[in-house]
Each structure stands twice: as structure tokens, then as C-alpha cells.
């Protein structure tokens, strides 16, 4: 096993060269760069939603944008998920919004793996090529959700172990300042991370303490000693997440059975989406993992006595107890064993790091991981470009809507349905808020962003006019299949409007269905046709009474009656 202590970053790291190792790790982050540019839009569910939030962030205070004021009020609490929002509204304010989402999440596809590098060189330098490990974890079911907050919460995750790691027999003064730094980067990423970081670093710090006190010093020493450095740099993120998390506990909690999770743990199914197929490869790297720990624990047990490198096994115990133990939704945060379910694996690879592995045995893990992780990219290409087919036509219908309204989109197929009625994406929503792909390229009220209805996001809708409220009952009434709304009634009961009434693929709804038959009486009743795209994916209406600037507006032949085109 590697010695397991700090690294003095002087010394230990050699002179670096360009080795077959290095150009590998190098060809792989170019390459997993390709995708996100390739095509027009990454197709993820959230996605959209950020880029219409850091719109409202950029122009909320501009002159002109006195309808943004009306609909929308800031939220000054210190978020867990503002990472994201400084970026693209502050740091990235020179770039379109479209173009500022594509730099950051290439900055996630850069940083995940280089943090993983980091830690494992603050085990030892030696160790380093194991981050090749890493790269079939980018794009997995969370970044295709578009929790992009989270998925940059992994790599602050990794930066601030390998920190600890890095200096944990010298922790002084300022190494903890700038800990406490990189933890405040997890929190304003993501609490689970947080929560996780705290967990892995008390566990290996405790697991220092005992083996202190099995060679004699006492326990109070030896708290005195590991303990004070990781719980002062932790303390303001979790007074912030106490904060946070308290006002929010009366939320529902909801549970996923015991079975399922151990199938997703062995399956490692949160790297699975958009394809199903995706699920070879998940269960590949799972066990990959697999044979490689039971390899590490055949040679751990060859030598007796406890070893400081067992404390990144107990932690990666830990993190598989939090997947078991925690709630699949809490506080009003969901997916929570999906998120958790990636920890296990992340310590695995840093505990890897402590053993030495002969030459042969780390080629072959690193084309192991290098194949997998090429594999998924090969079945997610031309996923991209067929959601990106779809998504095209969608954002079409904004040059049908006049900037400074307000829209209603209302989705009827989620997923997007293809020829032959199959659906475009597993485990995946891309057109539910895919209207935010028009309000980030157009100043718009997006009645159906869903951000703006929750209170974690930057900003909320003034609860007099928030539409999923006055509407429909919640947002699973608005989100529903079919939608349930009441949006002709809403400028009476709100004084508020509904200027657009966007429709995505209503024909993959039965045309009997009772909500779908009352949006469409509502339409007939106060609404005329004024775009219907070239397959008749994407429909749009224009409220009668709007006349100021639909003039201007270029417009699509429409039949007065509504018709059910096939897909296809």
C-alpha cells in the first residue's frame, strides 16, 4: 500500500512531461468536449430553465424590462445553488446566454476530472492516472437533468478532500481559511455535497483519531489535534445550510424502497439516461469497480493491523449507508439517491489511489474506463442530434412571439415523441421547460417557469400573479399529462395576461381527453393561430385583443380549426 500522509506539493510531484498517460487523460476531456458543441442545444431538462433565469438576472433592472419587475421578485436568501446563476448572469454577462451555458458546462466537463486528479495526487503523485476513473461519470443522469449546480458541486467536492488530504498533518491557520473557502464553493453548489464532504472528512478525520489513541496518545489529544481544522472551515457553509434547510422541513418526504436502491447502486443508474442502453456501460464500470475492490481488499487483508488508507473505504462505506439511509426527497430537494448514488463510487477511486498498481493492471483499468466512457458518448450522438431536430423546431415558434409578452407553454410529451410513437429520451424531459431555450434568446414572462414557483431559484414569481397558483392547483397540474389550466380566467383573477399560448405536440395526447378539450375551448374562445411549425410539433396562439406589435410579427398560414397531423 501507498504511504498514506500528507504530500508536500514541492517535492513530491515531478517535473511534469507530456507521457502517454497525460495526452490519454487529455484526448479523453477534448473529446467529451466534442458533444456540447457539436450540436445547437445540449439537451437536458433543467437546462433551459437556467438559461431563462440568468436572462431575468441580466435584464431585471434594465429600463425597458418594467414586465420582467412585474411577474418576477428577487430572492436575497444565501442560496445553495447561486454557483450556477453568478456565472451566467454575472461572470458570463459579455456572452449571449446560450453561448455562457456552453462555456460552463465545458468548464463542469473539464473540472470534474481534474479535481479527481488533484485528490488523487494529494494521496500520491503515483496515483494520479486513476482519474481516467472519472470520465464515464460526466455525463450522467444528473448533468442531463441539468442540475449543473450539483454536477460543479462534485468537482468543489473533490478539490476540497484533496485539500484536506493534501495538508491534513499540517492543517494551520490559513490551509483552514482557504478549506473553509472551497467548502463555501460545495455549499453554493449543492448541500448533499456539503453534507458528503463534511461526512468524508470527519471520517477520515476520526479514523486518524483511533488509530492515534490504538498507539497511545489520548483521546483528547488526538481530537485536539484532527478534529478543530475540518469543523471550523465546515462551520459558516453549515450555519448557512441550517438556515436554508430549517424553514423548509415542514416539506413532504418521500421514500424509494430498499430493493430499488440496491439495484441502482449495482447498476450505478444514475449514469443512465437519454438511452437506456446506456445500461451496459453503467453496469460495465459498476463492475469494474466491483472486481477492482475485491482485488484491493484481497491484497488489504494479506497485511494486518489498521492502516490510515482504510479511513477511504470506511468513507465510501459511509456515503453507501447515506444512499441506503436517506430519503429520496427532503426539504423541498429531490433525487437525493440519485445524487448520493455516485459518492460510493468517487471514494472507491481515491482508496484505488493508496494501492500500487503494477504497470499492466493500470493500462488496462485505464482503457477499461477510456472504452466505457467513448461507448456512452457513441450511443448519446445520435440522440443529441435527433433531440436537437426536435429542439430546433421548438425554438422556431419564438420568432412568433413578440418580446416583452408573457407565454404559456404546455407540454404534451415530455420526453418528445418520435415516428411510430416512441419516445426521444429516457429518463428525460427535455421539452417540458424547453421554452426557456426562446426566453434566453428573447425577453419573454415565461408563465410556465417553473424556477420561478420555487423558493431556491434567484428569483419567484409575485405570488399575486404566480400562474401556478391561479392557474391550476400546483405545478404538477401545469406539468401534468395532459396540462390542467385555467388561463382565461387568470387576467381577471390576477390581473395578469397570457399574451402566447404555446402547444408542444398536443396531437400525442387522446383529442377525448377532458383537459385537453377545455384548453382548446379556451382557446377558440379568446385566442387565434398564428404559427403552426413545418411538422406540426409546435403550435402557437395569439391572444384576440393583442394588437400592439403583432403587426411587426411574421406569421404562419393556420387552420381556423384545430387538426390532428401524424407524427412523423
Known amino acids: 500500500m501507498i504511504p498514506f500522509r500528507a504530500v508536500d506539493p514541492s517535492s513530491a510531484a515531478p517535473r511534469p512531461r507530456l507521457s502517454p498517460e497525460i495526452l490519454l487523460f487529455a484526448a479523453l476531456v477534448v473529446l467529451h468536449l466534442v458533444p456540447l458543441w457539436a450540436f445547437p442545444f445540449f439537451p437536458s431538462q433543467d437546462g433551459p430553465a437556467h438559461q431563462e433565469t440568468a436572462r431575468i438576472l441580466r435584464e431585471y433592472d434594465e429600463p425597458g424590462a418594467a414586465l420582467l419587475r412585474q411577474y418576477y421578485l428577487p430572492n436575497q436568501e444565501a442560496l445553495p445553488n447561486w454557483f450556477v446563476f453568478f456565472f451566467l448572469a454575472r461572470i458570463f454577462a459579455f ?315 404546455l407540454s404534451y410529451a415530455h420526453e418528445g415523441v418520435g415516428p411510430g410513437g416512441r419516445k426521444l429520451a429516457f429518463r428525460l424531459w427535455p421539452f417540458v421547460h424547453a421554452t426557456g431555450h426562446i426566453a434566453a434568446r428573447k425577453r419573454i414572462v415565461d408563465l410556465s417557469h417553473y424556477q420561478a414557483d420555487e423558493d431556491y431559484f434567484p428569483i419567484y414569481f409575485d405570488p399575486a400573479l404566480n400562474p401556478f397558483r391561479t392557474m391550476g392547483s400546483n405545478r404538477l397540474a401545469m406539468e401534468g399529462r395532459p396540462p390542467l389550466v385555467d388561463f382565461l380566467a387568470y387576467p381577471e383573477r390576477t390581473g395578469g395576461r397570457v399574451d402566447y399560448v404555446l402547444l408542444w405536440q398536443v396531437e400525442a395526447a387522446r383529442p377525448d381527453n377532458p383537459r385537453v378539450r377545455a384548453v382548446l375551448r379556451q382557446l377558440a374562445a379568446g385566442y387565434e393561430p398564428v404559427y403552426t411549425s413545418p411538422r406540426g410539433w409546435v403550435r402557437v396562439w395569439r391572444r384576440r385583443d393583442l394588437t400592439r406589435g403583432a403587426s411587426a410579427l411574421p406569421t404562419a398560414s393556420c387552420p381556423a380549426a384545430f387538426q390532428w397531423p401524424s407524427l412523423g
Open 95 to 409: 456572452l449571449s446566454v446560450p453561448l455562457a451555458e456552453k462555456v460552463l458546462i465545458s468548464l463542469y466537463i473539464v473540472f470534474l476530472p481534474v479535481s479527481v486528479r488533484y485528490a488523487l495526487r494529494s494521496i500520491d503523485p503515483r496515483a494520479a492516472p486513476l482519474s481516467i476513473l472519472s470520465f464515464p461519470f460526466l455525463y450522467n443522469f444528473l448533468f442531463h437533468m441539468g442540475f449543473y449546480n450539483f454536477c460543479f458541486s462534485l468537482a468543489a467536492f473533490f478539490f476540497a478532500v484533496g485539500w484536506w488530504l493534501r495538508h491534513q498533518e499540517r492543517l494551520g491557520s490559513w490551509r483552514v481559511v482557504v478549506l473553509g473557502l472551497l467548502v463555501l464553493w460545495v455549499y453554493f453548489c449543492h448541500p448533499v455535497s456539503l453534507v458528503l464532504a463534511f461526512a468524508v472528512i470527519l471520517t477520515l478525520a476520526g479514523w486518524r483519531m483511533l488509530l492515534d489513541v490504538r498507539a497511545g496518545t489520548s483521546l483528547l489529544r488526538s481530537a485536539r489535534r484532527w478534529l478543530p481544522g475540518p469543523v471550523i472551515a465546515f462551520l459558516p457553509a453549515l450555519v448557512l445550510m441550517a438556515s436554508f434547510v430549517g424553514s423548509r422541513m415542514e416539506e413532504n418526504v418521500a421514500t424509494m424502497p430498499l430493493g430499488v436502491k440496491l439495484q441502482h447502486l449495482v447498476a450505478l443508474f444514475s449514469l443512465v439516461s437519454v438511452d437506456r442502453r446506456l445500461l451496459v456501460f453503467s453496469f460495465a464500470l459498476s463492475s469494474l469497480f466491483g472486481l477492482m475492490t475485491a482485488w484491493c481488499l484481497a491484497r488489504r487483508l494479506r497485511r494486518r493491523g489498521l492502516e490510515p488508507a482504510d479511513g477511504l473505504l470506511l468513507a465510501a462505506g459511509v456515503c453507501a449507508a447515506a444512499y441506503l439511509l436517506a430519503p429520496s426527497t427532503l426539504s423541498g430537494g429531490g433525487f437525493l439517491n440519485q445524487r448520493i448514488n455516485l459518492f460510493p463510487f468517487f471514494l472507491l477511486i481515491l482508496w484505488f489511489g493508496t494501492f500500487e498498481i503494477s504497470r499492466r493492471v493500470r493500462w488496462g483499468l485505464r482503457l477499461a474506463a477510456a472504452g466505457i466512457s467513448l461507448g456512452m458518448l457513441g450511443l448519446l450522438w445520435p440522440r443529441y442530434a435527433e433531440l436537437n431536430d426536435y429542439l430546433a423546431e421548438y425554438v422556431s415558434a419564438g420568432e412568433h412571439i413578440a418580446p416583452d409578452s408573457t407565454v404559456l407553454s
